[in-house]
């Protein structure tokens, strides 16, 4: 019997499925993906490629759903996943005028720090960036070294970055709040809000948004904690005008204490 000799040198191509070929091969290429291959008949068939990577795509099953988000995954491991969230999100202002940041297709949100993130196509598959140093482990519930509010905040980082979940860490935060708000430092009292206003907005349910701005408006917070607030409002899209608003508050109530 001859052995074989296998040689790690293996290069795996998923093929996702497409509902729509117009739709999947305009998003793609918006972002900067080359078309190597597109065949429609006597089946369907399509490979795109960017940067090291090829993404491949065929018929979709009977029944498939785009809107259900289930179409089909594939992970792509990077050293720093920060640099290719920036490309996209760039590549879609220049295509779309805006990032695509709610529905089908989208990106999800990133923060400095997070080590994966999710692009969403037109046809409900999900391509996750993941950093190859990203910690294996992940405490559900939050960090154990965290109480009341802190640790609801961890555990809506997990429910938002690793699960996708927004409804989840939007229930995990309004539970907390409602127990450890009063007792809460200033700071976590701050970042709860901060974090509702930012999971409403991406949720599209804003009926109490102007509440929670308002509160955060009472809380009193030193320069370098309004900054941090800030940071998790960034992509609240409807907030920027209060933000440019409150930092301009703040600048005169400096100036005037000079």
Same mark, same amino acid.
């Given at each position: 019997?001859?052995?074989?000799?296998?040689?790690?040198?293996?290069?795996?191509?998923?093929?996702?499925? %497409?509902?729509?070929? #117009?739709?999947?091969?305009?998003?793609?290429?918006?972002?900067?993906? &080359?078309?190597?291959?597109?065949?429609?008949?006597?089946?369907?068939?399509?490979?795109?490629?960017?940067?090291?990577?090829?993404?491949?795509?065929?018929?979709?099953?009977?029944?498939?759903?785009?809107?259900?988000?289930?179409?089909?995954? %594939?992970?792509?491991?990077?050293?720093?996943? +920060?640099?290719?969230?920036?490309?996209?999100?760039? +590549?879609?202002?220049?295509?779309?005028?805006?990032?695509?940041? &709610?529905?089908?297709?989208?990106? *999800?949100?990133?923060?400095?720090?997070?080590?994966?993130?999710?692009?969403?196509?037109?046809?409900?598959?999900?391509?996750?960036?993941?950093?190859?140093?990203?910690?294996?482990?992940?405490?559900?519930?939050?960090?154990? &070294?965290?109480?009341?509010?802190?640790?609801?905040?961890?555990? +809506?980082?997990?429910?938002?970055?690793? &699960?996708?979940?927004?409804?989840?860490?939007?229930? +995990?935060?309004?539970?907390?709040?409602?127990?450890?708000?009063?007792?809460?430092?200033?700071?976590?009292?701050?970042?709860?809000?901060?974090?509702?206003?930012?999971?409403? *907005?991406?949720?599209? #349910?804003?009926?109490?948004?102007?509440?929670?701005?308002?509160?955060?408006?009472?809380?009193?917070?030193?320069?370098?904690?309004?900054?941090?607030?800030?940071? #998790?409002?960034?992509?609240?899209?409807?907030?920027?005008?209060?933000?440019?608003?409150?930092?301009?508050?703040?600048?005169?109530?400096?100036?005037?204490?000079?």
């Amino acid at each position: 019997m001859t052995e074989t000799l296998i040689r790690a040198n293996e290069t795996m191509v998923p093929v996702l499925p %497409c509902a729509d070929v #117009e739709e999947t091969l305009a998003f793609y290429q918006a972002l900067g993906f &080359k078309v190597t291959y597109e065949q429609t008949r006597p089946y369907l068939y399509l490979a795109l490629e960017w940067s090291g990577f090829a993404v491949h795509f065929g018929r979709p099953p009977q029944d498939h759903d785009p809107a259900r988000e289930d179409g089909g995954a %594939c992970l792509v491991m990077v050293d720093e996943v +920060a640099p290719y969230h920036a490309a996209f999100t760039q +590549a879609m202002r220049a295509a779309y005028g805006k990032v695509l940041a &709610k529905g089908v297709p989208r990106i *999800t949100r990133f923060r400095r720090g997070q080590t994966r993130f999710t692009l969403l196509d037109p046809s409900g598959n999900s391509l996750i960036f993941i950093q190859r140093d990203e910690p294996i482990e992940l405490e559900y519930g939050g960090s154990k &070294k965290l109480q009341g509010l802190a640790r609801a905040l961890d555990n +809506a980082r997990i429910f938002r970055e690793f &699960k996708n979940d927004d409804r989840a860490a939007f229930r +995990a935060v309004s539970s907390a709040l409602r127990r450890h708000g009063d007792t809460a430092a200033p700071l976590d009292r701050a970042l709860a809000l901060a974090t509702l206003v930012e999971l409403a *907005t991406a949720l599209n #349910e804003r009926d109490h948004i102007d509440a929670w701005v308002g509160e955060l408006e009472q809380i009193q917070l030193t320069d370098t904690e309004r900054r941090r607030v800030a940071a #998790e409002l960034h992509h609240a899209e409807d907030l920027t005008q209060w933000l440019a608003e409150h930092s301009t508050r703040a600048g005169t109530q400096d100036d005037s204490s000079q």
